[in-house]
């Protein structure tokens, strides 16, 4: 009797065994001609890897405290030397993000048919002019002057142009402008004293002003923007762009990043020396010394939502009414600016 039990003991132990293993291969996700979808293919937000790239330079500064604090990979950065380089990466889809100048964003609008858009603004003008002497107090003081410059046929010469005439002041007649066409030309030859009045943009500023103690910063055209322009409007000259794609598909990621960039550009803003040190180190301008003295001079910003809008109008319109090409043809329309 004892080993009948056992037996019977033993069998409903093997059935209970059988049991639950039907139990867990029910478990599973029934397949296809159940009537069940194909599992979701996609990618978590936190595995996102981001392609970013950014210009050396003050475009680019903000972004270095991001670059050193990337340890785990989320973002995949880029350091471009040139704009055409932004344009092939996000027209080609081998970058999501990029920091460009702001008229670059608005071409890349109409050239992608609307593919991209402004995430938030954040450098203003960077544009000074420099003086070996102390005559310029106004930019009515360059009445009657010579002034070398660059960028000629490019943001910096309607930039210049706009705020002479808003001061009465009629280029060719009132003050004769002799263009270089390099920024690094320009200030060496400042730096030699060959140039005694100049308009550039930093870092060259501060790369001229280190090698000769005579030049001062007359005139910051920030400043004199502001002072002819209409209330709201503000020399708006970088931003951060992403692709329509890359945002559709990723809105979390796009969120995470610009939060991290508002934090790395205020860091950079409040930590110059630490922030130039970064800089080197990722390649965004060659010296730390040099970047520490251009920093605060960079106007580094962050204005991004409904903010946009307002702070960029009136500068697209002065580039648009200079050369309409500057801005892609056309003014974007509010499909260009991201508002959450």
């Known amino acids: 009797m004892k080993k009948l039990i056992a037996i019977l003991l033993t069998l409903i132990l093997c059935l209970g065994l059988v049991a639950c293993g039907a139990d867990t291969t029910s478990s599973v996700a029934p397949s296809d001609d159940q009537g069940s979808s194909a599992p979701d293919s996609t990618e978590p937000e936190d595995t996102v890897v981001t392609k970013v790239l950014t210009l050396k330079g003050p475009t680019g500064i903000g972004m270095a405290k991001m670059m050193e604090d990337n340890k785990n990979g989320k973002y995949e950065f880029t350091v471009a030397g040139q704009p055409t380089e932004a344009v092939a990466a996000i027209s080609g889809g081998k970058a999501d993000i990029a920091a460009v100048p702001t008229n670059l964003a608005a071409t890349l609008y109409k050239k992608t048919e609307k593919g991209i858009k402004m995430l938030a603004i954040n450098t203003l003008g960077s544009l000074y002019i420099l003086e070996k002497g102390d005559t310029i107090k106004s930019v009515e003081d360059l009445r009657g002057k010579t002034l070398y410059a660059t960028g000629q046929g490019a943001n910096p010469e309607y930039v210049l142009n706009y705020i002479l005439e808003k001061n009465g002041l009629k280029v060719g007649e009132d003050v004769t402008i002799?263009?270089?066409?390099?920024?690094?030309?320009?200030?060496?030859?400042?730096?030699?004293?060959?140039?005694?009045?100049?308009?550039?943009?930093?870092?060259?500023?501060?790369?001229?002003?280190?090698?000769?103690?005579?030049?001062?910063?007359?005139?910051?055209?920030?400043?004199?923007?502001?002072?002819?322009?209409?209330?709201?409007?503000?020399?708006?000259?970088?931003?951060?762009?992403?692709?329509?794609?890359?945002?559709?598909?990723?809105?979390?990621?796009?969120?995470?990043?610009?939060?991290?960039?508002?934090?790395?550009?205020?860091?950079?803003?409040?930590?110059?020396?630490?922030?130039?040190?970064?800089?080197?180190?990722?390649?965004?301008?060659?010296?730390?010394?040099?970047?520490?003295?251009?920093?605060?001079?960079c106007n580094l910003t962050y204005i991004d939502g409904a903010d946009m809008k307002p702070a960029i109008a009136g500068y697209f319109e002065v580039l648009f009414s200079a050369n309409k090409t500057s801005v892609g043809g056309a003014i974007p329309d509010e499909g260009f600016y991201y508002i959450p």
């Open 178 to 297: 002799e263009f270089k066409a390099e920024h690094a030309e320009l200030a060496t030859l400042m730096a030699a004293g060959e140039c005694v009045l100049g308009m550039l943009p930093e870092p060259n500023v501060a790369s001229a002003m280190a090698q000769n103690p005579d030049l001062r910063i007359a005139l910051n055209l920030n400043d004199e923007w502001n002072k002819v322009a209409d209330e709201n409007s503000r020399l708006t000259m970088g931003c951060v762009i992403v692709r329509a794609e890359f945002l559709e598909a990723h809105p979390e990621a796009v969120k995470a990043f610009l939060a991290e960039l508002e934090t790395s550009i205020k860091y950079a803003a409040e930590n110059a020396a630490e922030a130039g040190k970064l800089c080197e180190t990722h390649g965004i301008v060659p010296k730390a010394a040099l970047a520490t003295k251009a920093i605060p001079n």
